[in-house]
C-alpha cells in the first residue's frame, strides 16, 4: 500500500489528523548553542588516555571545537527536510514522525522504532534502500513504506508532559498506523526501547502487526540480562562472555537513568558539553567500535546526535523513559499466560557487541520465531553502524511473513 506525501488523503488519515512538519532551528538557538560549548569551564583530566574515568578531555576538546566551528548544522537540518516529516497529537501526546512511500507494487508499511541514546534519524541510511531498491542496486528486492517516528519526549517529539512507558508507547504506535496513518497490517521493527516496543506491539496487537523484527534481545515478561550462562548452547558462550564485559559499560547509566535522572537532566541541558559527552561515551562504549568511536560514527554524526537532544531540550524527558519504564517492570502489557507470547512471525538480528545477550533457546520457547541471524559485525547501533546487514536482512525477514 503506497502513500503519498502532505495534502494526501492519509494525511487526515482515519480520525486523527497529521500535519506536515519542517526541522527549523533558530539562529539564535544555535548561537547560544556554539556560545556555550566555546565559553564552557573545563574541568581537569590526567590518567584517563585509556578513558577509565569516562570521557578522554582531549578527544572531547577536538570534538567540541568542531560542533562550535566545523559542523553544519542547516545541512543537516536540510536532510531532514529532504523526506516527509509530520507531527500528530495522539492521546494528548505529540509525535513526530517520518513517512517515506515505498515504490513499486504492494511495498510493505514498516514501523521502526529508535532507542536510547538514538534518535529517529538513526535510520537515515536505510531509509532509500528500502523504500527504493531499484535505485539502490536491488531492482527485485521488497519494498517497504516507511514509518520512523521519534519516541515521545525525544527530540521533535516534544514537549513531553507527562510519564510514559513501553505500553504506552506501543497504544500510541497503532492509533498512529490506524487512526492517523489508515494502516491495517503492518511489520514492526526496532533496536533498545524500540526493541521493547515492537515485542510488546507484536504482543499485544496480533491482528495488526505482520511481522516483528527485533533488533535487542527481548522477549515480553522475561527479565533482560535474567539468562544464566548454563542457559546458552556451546556455541553461544561467547555472549556469555560479551554480557559479562558489558555489565560494568551499563553500571552508572542504568543506576541514573532508572533511579535520579531528573538531577542530571538539568546539568545536561544546560551544558551542551555535558549532554554531548553523556551521549557520546555510551556510543563508544556500546558500539562495535574496539575504542575508537569515529570508527564507527563519523563526527558530523555524532554532532547531529547531541545537537538534536540540546537544540530540542529532550535530555531529561528522554531519561525518564527508564524511571517510568523501571517503575512498571517487564510484564507482558495484555496476557502473560499467553504462549507463544509473540504469535506473529518474528525475527531476531543479534549483534556481537550488543549490550545484552540472550539465548536462542529462550527466544524459540517464547516466541514464533521464523527467522535469526548473528550478524559478523555491529553493536549496540547496529542498524546505524551496519546499515546493509539490516537491509539485506530486513528483506529476508519479509519473505518469512507472507
Avoid at 574496539?290 to 531540550?313: H, K, M, P, Q
Wanted: proline share 6%; glycine share 8%; charged share 15%.
Amino acid at each position: 500500500m503506497a502513500m503519498a506525501c502532505a495534502g494526501s488523503r492519509w494525511e487526515k488519515g482515519m480520525g486523527i489528523a497529521a500535519k506536515p512538519f519542517e526541522v527549523a532551528i533558530t539562529d539564535a538557538l544555535l548561537a547560544d548553542m556554539r556560545a556555550r560549548i566555546r565559553n564552557a569551564r573545563w574541568s581537569e583530566d590526567f590518567g584517563n588516555a585509556d578513558w577509565r574515568y569516562g570521557v578522554e578531555g582531549s578527544w572531547l576538546r577536538a570534538m567540541v571545537d568542531y560542533w562550535a566551528d566545523g559542523f553544519d548544522w542547516r545541512a543537516q537540518e536540510a536532510a531532514m527536510n529532504a523526506v516527509p516529516n509530520f507531527v500528530a497529537t495522539i492521546n494528548g501526546v505529540t509525535v513526530h514522525f517520518l513517512h517515506i512511500a515505498g515504490t513499486g507494487n504492494n511495498p510493505i508499511p514498516l514501523l521502526l522504532t529508535h532507542g536510547w541514546p538514538w534518535t529517529f534519524w538513526d535510520y537515515r541510511a536505510v531509509i532509500g534502500p528500502l523504500t527504493d531498491p531499484a535505485a539502490h542496486g536491488a531492482p527485485g528486492a521488497q519494498s517497504f513504506s516507511l514509518i520512523i517516528p521519534s519516541l515521545p519526549g525525544f527530540g521533535f517529539s516534544s514537549p513531553l508532559r507527562r510519564a510514559v512507558t513501553v505500553a504506552d508507547i506501543v497504544h500510541l504506535w497503532t492509533k498512529l498506523m490506524t487512526q492517523v496513518l489508515g494502516y491495517g497490517r503492518f511489520m514492526a521493527g526496532g533496536g533498545d526501547f524500540g526493541a521493547f516496543v515492537t515485542s510488546h506491539l507484536a504482543h499485544a496487537y496480533p491482528d495488526l502487526v505482520r511481522g516483528a523484527y527485533i533488533m535487542f534481545p527481548n522477549v515480553p515478561g522475561i527479565v533482560p540480562g535474567s539468562s544464566l550462562p548454563a542457559d546458552f548452547a556451546p556455541e553461544e558462550q561467547w555472549m556469555v562472555e560479551e554480557n559479562k564485559l558489558a555489565s560494568g559499560k551499563l553500571a552508572s547509566h542504568m543506576t541514573v537513568h532508572q533511579h535520579d535522572p531528573q538531577t542530571l537532566a538539568y546539568a545536561l541541558a544546560d551544558s551542551p558539553i555535558g549532554c554531548a559527552a553523556w551521549l557520546w561515551e555510551r556510543r563508544r562504549a556500546w558500539s562495535d567500535c574496539g575504542g575508537d568511536v569515529l570508527s564507527a560514527f563519523t563526527r558530523d554524526e555524532l554532532c547531529t546526535l547531541a545537537s538534536i537532544y540540546w537544540l530540542t531540550n529532550t535530555i531529561g524527558t528522554s531519561m525518564r523513559l527508564y524511571w517510568d519504564q523501571n517503575d512498571q517492570g517487564f510484564a507482558s502489557i495484555i496476557d502473560p499466560t499467553r504462549q507463544p507470547v509473540i504469535a506473529v512471525p518474528t525475527g531476531y538480528a543479534v549483534f556481537p557487541k550488543e549490550n545484552i545477550h540472550m539465548p536462542r533457546r529462550v527466544i524459540e520457547e517464547h516466541v514464533n520465531l521464523r527467522h535469526y541471524s548473528v550478524m559478523p559485525r555491529g553493536g549496540h547501533f547496529g542498524v546505524a553502524e551496519q546499515p546493509q546487514l539490516v537491509v539485506d536482512d530486513l528483506r529476508a525477514f519479509a519473505q518469512c511473513c507472507e
